[in-house]
């Protein structure tokens, strides 16, 4: 039997904190046995929920601390107010000094960011980390994945290209593909559109095909539908894509609601129609989809969403779960050394320049 995946858990992290968190992990140990947890916070919070969850107990210890990092902290007063011994530093700590091969925290985006990435530091070749997310889509598989989610603000052409190695890397394993395809999202799909960063990464991109399969520039409704498998964009229009995509989701559920109450014609015809809404329903739950990996870091950090339920936290977990078991900075590794050749290389510098 292979070894357990060590799993570091800020427990005050979200919206609830260990009320979320203990029965996430219980969930996600059902699912996944061969996993271990640490949870760091107050151990009179957590203490009563492990003895509800008697074999997640046995898999399990707590590191206690009074120390939590609130969800309106900015990243700054995070890193100075008792930043070593915050329930999310020390489960970012505990993956740097190898007592654990992941971290999840549900906790404030904005310094679990930071944390991770001042304690440890970007991947050698890795200028700026990112945070990628699982996209519901149109496409067979249901799911992609879109990055940066807001991390790096204003990428360039060398840390688009990173962003899509990494990307592709993660593809390989929530996926389970040889060679996943990526696009760069632009404004059209014609080579001549879009920002000199865009275009300078599209010019790299084209002269490899090892890894996956660049198949050119996407749009908006691209993501939605699934068109590649790795959608790449900077911080800033990735975050504002997720912000929105969430807005129109909790749109059309409210319009549906309205409408269904408005007569008995209409509550009829739901209840003829309750299988397609559930399908809806279902294919639209964030918490289905929960999760976003941190990457370019020495290290697995994952962030669940603050407003996330025991199902939802035990999908990040799971995601967590997964990047470690299959390696994933060793396959972002080679991804980058592929690429570092020739991002070096004087035609294409010249190209981004």
């Known amino acids: 039997m292979s070894k357990p995946v060590r799993i570091a858990l800020d427990a005050m992290g979200g ?3 260990p009320s979320v968190v203990v029965p996430g992990a219980a969930i996600a140990l059902r699912r996944n046995p ?10 009179r919070a957590i203490a009563p929920l492990l003895d509800e969850h008697s ?9 206690h601390t009074d120390v939590a990092v ?8 995070a890193l100075r107010q008792g930043r ?22 549900a906790g404030n985006t904005g310094a679990l960011m930071a944390m991770a990435t001042v304690h440890l530091k970007t991947m050698a070749g890795v200028e700026r980390p990112a945070i990628s997310a699982i996209w519901p889509t149109l496409a067979a598989r249901g799911r992609g994945i879109v990055l940066d989610m807001g991390a790096t603000i204003g990428a360039d052409a060398r840390q688009l290209v990173d962003f899509a190695v990494m990307g592709a890397a993660m593809a390989k394993i929530v996926f389970g593909l040889d060679r996943p395809t990526v696009g760069l999202l632009n404004v059209g799909v014609e080579e001549m559109k879009g920002v000199e960063q865009v275009k300078g990464a599209a010019a790299i991109l084209r002269e ?4 996956f399969i660049y198949r050119g520039f996407v749009e908006g409704n691209d993501i939605s539908k699934g068109t590649v498998d790795v959608v790449v964009t900077e911080g800033f229009s990735g975050n504002i894509a997720l912000k929105t995509a ?8 409210t319009v549906l609601r309205e409408e269904i109450g408005r007569s008995w014609r209409t509550k009829l015809g739901y209840l003829l129609a309750k ?22 870091l020495n290290g697995i950090v994952i962030k669940a969403h603050g407003g996330s339920n025991p199902e939802g936290f035990a999908a990040a977990v799971e995601l967590g779960h997964d990047m470690a078991r299959y390696d994933l900075l060793a396959k972002i590794s080679a991804g980058l050394a592929t690429y570092d050749r020739l991002k070096e290389a004087p035609a294409v510098g010249a190209a981004i320049s």
């Not at 074999?55 to 590191?63: D, H, M, Q, S, T």
């Not at 279902?282 to 370019?296: A, E, I, R, S």
């Open 246 to 253: 969430e807005g129109t989701a909790r749109q059309v559920a």
């Open 208 to 211: 490899h095909g090892e890894d």
């Open 275 to 296: 299988p397609a809404f559930n399908a809806l329903r279902k294919q639209m739950d964030p918490n289905n989809y929960n999760g976003g990996v941190f990457l370019g």
């Open 84 to 105: 070593k011994t915050s329930s999310m530093w020390l489960a970012i700590d505990a993956v740097k000094s190898g007592e654990a091969d992941i971290a999840v925290s």
């Open 34 to 43: 061969d996993s271990a947890f640490v949870f760091y916070g107050d151990e």
């Open 55 to 63: 074999a997640l107990k046995a898999v399990c210890r707590i590191v």
């Open 70 to 77: 609130r969800m309106d902290d900015k990243p700054s007063q």
């Open 15 to 17: 919206d609830i904190g």
